[in-house]
């Protein structure tokens, strides 16, 4: 049940975009097309924006996508606007009923 | 509307037990996996425990197992967290959250949380 691996912070100007990566191992993030992502604002609960790898729930604009290769999965943010700035979480299922999420992104719109 | 409302957090000292409360409305509660989730202060996400729908199936974090305990009631809609011997690192906020099983297991409504501190 280690944490998947998330670099710390990322950042992008207005209008670019910018991908953060996720990595895990061949029993999570390799395993399953069970890939989640989740912003978070700060003091906020998190929030859905990526389920599946790469599908989004209603109401994620699609500048958001997600896509996956063997154990590391990516979030993609194009176009970003100043209201993208917040952590972001990827989680896997792991098996037997496990989760288990990254150590989170802070991006920063520059 | 799907809300999920904790309660239940506060103040404790080392080797104490307390009990969060997760009260669910909007939804057809017994339908669903139920987790919570917890947040150290300036931390990630951890997800600690998962219940099935029927409270049959439940599973840890290997660092609660043994501690803590996930149950649910569905005709009060109601998900607990009976957390025992408890440790500093356990400061977190807790939250509750939906899982979808159709959406690849995703947790698509999240509570706000409540928050465990210890005393020194």
């Known amino acids: 049940q280690s944490a998947l691996t998330q670099p710390p912070s990322a950042s992008g100007s207005p209008g670019q975009s910018v991908t953060i990566s996720c990595t895990g191992t061949?029993?999570?993030?390799?395993?399953?097309?069970?890939v989640s992502w989740y912003q978070q604002h700060p003091g906020k609960a998190p929030k859905l924006m990526i389920y599946?790898?790469?599908k989004r729930p209603s109401g994620v604009p699609d500048r958001f996508s997600g896509s996956k290769s063997g154990n590391t999965a990516s979030l993609t943010v194009s176009g970003l606007q100043a209201e993208d700035e917040a952590d972001y979480y990827c989680?896997?299922?792991?098996?037997?009923?496990?989760?288990?999420f990254g150590g989170g992104t802070k991006l920063t719109v520059l | 509307e799907v809300q999920l409302v904790e309660s239940g957090g506060g103040l404790v000292q080392p080797g104490e037990s307390l009990r969060l409360s997760c009260a669910a409305s909007?939804?057809?509660?017994?339908?669903?996996?139920m987790s919570w989730v917890r947040q150290a202060p300036g931390r990630g996400l951890e997800w600690v425990a998962n219940?099935?729908?029927?409270?049959?199936?439940?599973s840890y974090v290997d660092s609660v197992k043994g501690r803590f305990t996930v149950s649910r009631d569905n005709a009060k809609n109601s998900l607990y967290l009976q957390m025992s011997s408890l440790r500093a690192d356990d400061t977190a906020v807790y939250y509750c959250?939906?899982?979808?099983?159709?959406?690849?297991?995703?947790?698509?409504?999240w509570g706000q949380g409540t928050l465990v501190t210890f005393s020194s």
């Open positions: 599946e790898v790469t």
């Open positions: 061949s029993s999570d993030v390799g395993a399953y097309n069970y």
């Open positions: 959250a939906r899982v979808r099983i159709n959406l690849g297991y995703g947790f698509d409504y």
């Open positions: 909007g939804f057809t509660f017994s339908s669903y996996w």
């Open positions: 989680s896997s299922y792991a098996g037997n009923n496990n989760f288990v």
């Open positions: 219940i099935k729908q029927d409270g049959s199936g439940t």
